[in-house]
């Protein structure tokens, strides 16, 4: 397996201080939910909330997309759904990559249909790509070619996920 760095764990860090800070000053007085989309983004969620400084409430969802080992095929099945009613709720959905876009709308859109008073999109990576569908970001740590990258919770067949560093997996 060969790999090239693209970000080191200080550039990562540096960046989601920033988002943090975006998310401080918005969710300033609130007490939003984070819902943190499995696996891939437990990462992410763990150096983030330690930045936040307003009371947060954390929840989990898993899916499960079909597809080979780098690409989605569009079906979504929710393995594991949130626990909270969040209904009236604030909240942020918190990925590690945006793709395709085709698991975050699915997600989206499922999370919608709770009523939840407001549902923001944060994600730690955003491919450079076309997307067909459209997806709104509200936050966002980085702008990415569209290769593929592994580390920082990020796996390729379940692994690397450990690695400090993102880099771009090189086939
Ligand atoms: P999308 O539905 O195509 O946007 O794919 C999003 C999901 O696929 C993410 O939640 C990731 O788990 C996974 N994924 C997409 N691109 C990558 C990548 O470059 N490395 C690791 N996982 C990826
Ligand atoms: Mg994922």
Do not use: H, W
């Amino acid at each position: 397996m060969k790999s090239k760095l693209l970000f080191k764990k200080g550039e990562i860090k540096k960046q989601v201080k920033k988002l943090a800070e975006k998310l401080n000053k918005d969710y300033d007085s609130k007490n939003p939910i984070l819902v943190c989309i499995l696996k891939g983004a437990f990462v992410f969620l763990a150096d983030l909330i330690r930045e936040l400084r307003f009371p947060v409430r954390i929840d989990f969802i898993s899916v499960s997309s079909y597809g080979d080992a780098t690409r989605t095929s569009g079906i979504v099945k929710i393995l594991k759904d949130i626990s909270f009613d969040i209904e009236g709720e604030d909240v942020i959905l918190i990925e590690d990559v945006l793709d395709t876009g085709l698991t975050l709308s699915y997600i989206y859109d499922f999370l919608s249909r709770k009523n939840p008073k407001s549902l923001k999109i944060c994600v730690l990576l955003e491919k450079e790509i076309n997307r067909t569908k459209k997806i709104k970001v509200d936050y966002r740590g980085f702008t990415i070619p569209n290769k593929y990258v592994i580390g920082y919770g990020l796996d390729f067949n379940e692994k690397f996920r450990n690695l400090p560093d993102i880099s771009v997996m090189e086939f």
